[in-house]
């Protein structure tokens, strides 16, 4: 009888075979045993049914606890209700390994509480398909940039200078010197592209970021390409087929992580289809503050829109909750109790999500209204800019001061830098950040200085102006910014396996 795994079932309908896992959920019947079966591959529903199988094997079945581990022998059927469309008529169970009360059940726990046993939940199924579509899109950036001909590079972990300023370094020891875990691999990549044509990085980057928030993490995964003769438009191009490519990629090849995680994927239609809108700095500054309009509306009438239309879900909300509540004060029967008991549940919740948008709307329109021109664009900057389309929205030619020492500048608007940010649409903010490098040592040498580096740790990156200088620029995409966004997160700290952030070392 030949092993298989859970996902490729439907190779063997009607076949005997083996599979081994481990159980996450039992349902009992009368004489009936319901296990729902994960072996990494997937999930499925077997049963033993007592008339069909040993006793011996059906109180095996019975007695199975959550998580202990098994070989199971059955015959696949096809069966379109069930999860994956498939369950498996069960024959024999051999035990592996027992699980004796394991922490994580079924009933709701606080995240500190699943954090602390990441460990464990990594084996539950949100986390499951979290895992997956994380694999897909390293996947799909592989396959993309090695049909582009851009050649995967590795850059140091360890490094001796600063790349985004100095204020979010980790600082170490290495062999009595001091070094840094790098916050990038750009410069060692400008230097890669100068010997290769294109190249990318894709590795771990480290940033102290000693705040907690929803987008970073104190350790997270980087892909930076970088281009030799590249100006930042042919950048710009790059980085919005770039994207395309993979929202397309995960959104045909994750169908059913993204049903386990509920993620209404028609968004992904329009980003595959459309033109990204590019703003320069300056357009996106009069969008925010009101002064310019997209598609005839300005952001303040919009989000006083958005205000009122939650007031109105919340009003409607609560009458949901009334009558379902009158309902079961009149009397229903058990069935019918628990039915409108869920779905109050189900309303309370959403209630809670649109208390939290009332609160924050009304800061979103003040921190809107009183933008600064010249100043960075904050994270609620970022929800209400890109609010007003439903696309990533790319942001270019920036003030030069808010910007990293590299950035070239424009030769037109010396005040001006040539960077550029995506920003992904529902709230999810920056997920790309990038631009074209400056070329002019001398300018360089003035930034250098200006932003209060070492000079000598730079001597090496300013070779690379003086023998056969090129125009070059590339960007870097934050894996688990884009895990977060595609997946429709509501925070960043699941999208990576063990995750690393201000507070968490373990597990
Ligand atoms: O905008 P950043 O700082 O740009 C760079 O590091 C450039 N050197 C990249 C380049 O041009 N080669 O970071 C790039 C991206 C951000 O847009 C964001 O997606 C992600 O990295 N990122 C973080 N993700 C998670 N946690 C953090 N603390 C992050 N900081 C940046
Ligand atoms: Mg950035």
């Known amino acids: 009888m030949q092993k298989i795994t859970i996902q490729n079932l439907d190779k063997y309908v009607g076949k005997e075979v083996k599979i081994s896992g481990w159980l996450t959920n039992k349902r009992s019947g009368k004489g009936i045993e319901f296990l729902i079966v994960r072996d990494g591959s997937g999930f499925v529903q077997c049963i033993a049914d007592e008339n069909e199988i040993d006793a011996k094997v059906f109180n095996l079945a019975k007695s199975l606890s959550q998580e202990s581990s098994f070989e199971l022998k059955g015959t696949v ?18 035990l592996i390994g027992e699980s004796v009360s394991f922490p994580i059940t079924n009933k709701p726990h606080g995240v500190e509480f699943l954090m602390d046993n990441r460990h464990l939940w990594l084996r539950s199924k949100r986390q499951w398909a979290i895992m997956r579509v994380r694999n897909r899109l390293i996947f799909a950036i592989h396959n993309f940039f090695q049909k582009e001909e851009f050649v995967q590079m590795d850059a140091p972990f360890f490094t001796g200078n600063a790349v985004e300023g100095t204020t979010t370094l980790f600082a170490t020891d290495f062999y009595d010197d001091k070094a840094y875990l790098s916050q990038s691999g750009q410069l060692y990549g400008e230097a890669m592209a100068m010997a290769m044509g294109k ?52 959104k045909e090849n994750c169908k059913a992580e993204f049903e386990i995680l509920e993620r209404d994927t028609s968004i992904f239609d329009l980003i595959i289809k459309d033109k990204f809108p590019r703003l320069t700095y300056d357009q996106a500054a009069k969008i925010l503050i009101g002064e310019e309009k997209v598609n005839g509306k300005t952001t303040i009438e919009t989000l006083e829109n958005d205000f009122l239309e939650v007031l109105k879900n919340i009003e ?10 009158n309902q079961i004060k009149a009397g229903v029967k058990k069935g019918q109790k628990n039915y409108l008991q869920n779905k109050i549940d189900t309303i309370k919740n ?40 439903d696309l990533p929205v790319m942001v270019y030619n920036w003030p030069h001061e808010i910007k990293a020492f590299y950035m ?5 608007n010396p005040h001006l ?35 209060q580096l070492p000079m000598k740790a730079f001597e090496w990156y300013l070779d690379l102006r003086r023998y056969g200088s090129v125009p070059h620029a590339g960007f870097g995409l934050g894996l688990e910014r884009m895990v977060a966004w595609i997946c429709k997160l509501k925070h960043i700290r699941e999208t990576i396996p063990f995750p690393r952030m201000y507070g968490r070392l373990f597990p």
Do not use: C
């Open 77 to 94: 059927v096809k069966d379109e209700k069930q999860i994956g469309g498939f369950e498996i008529h069960v024959k024999d169970i051999k």
């Open 199 to 250: 190249i990318y990085t894709f590795g771990p980057t480290f940033r102290a970021e000693k705040s907690k928030t929803r987008r970073h993490l104190s350790e997270f995964w980087m892909i930076e390409p970088e281009m030799a003769f590249f100006d930042n438009d042919m950048n710009m191009d790059l980085i919005e087929s770039f994207i395309k490519y993979i929202v397309k990629d995960v």
């Open 316 to 325: 409607e909300n609560q009458k949901e909750i009334e009558s379902a509540e």
């Open 350 to 389: 959403n209630i809670k999500e649109l208390d939290e948008k009332k609160k924050v709307i009304p800061q979103w329109i003040e921190s809107a209204k009183h933008f600064k021109y010249g100043s960075d664009l904050g994270g609620s900057d970022e929800t209400v800019l890109t609010r007003m389309f």
């Open 408 to 412: 070239k500048r424009d030769k037109e």
């Open 417 to 451: 830098a040539k960077g550029v940010d995506v920003l992904a649409p529902e709230g999810y903010g920056e997920v790309v950040g990038g631009g074209e490098r400056e070329t002019n040592e001398e300018l360089l040498i003035g930034k250098i200085n200006e932003h």
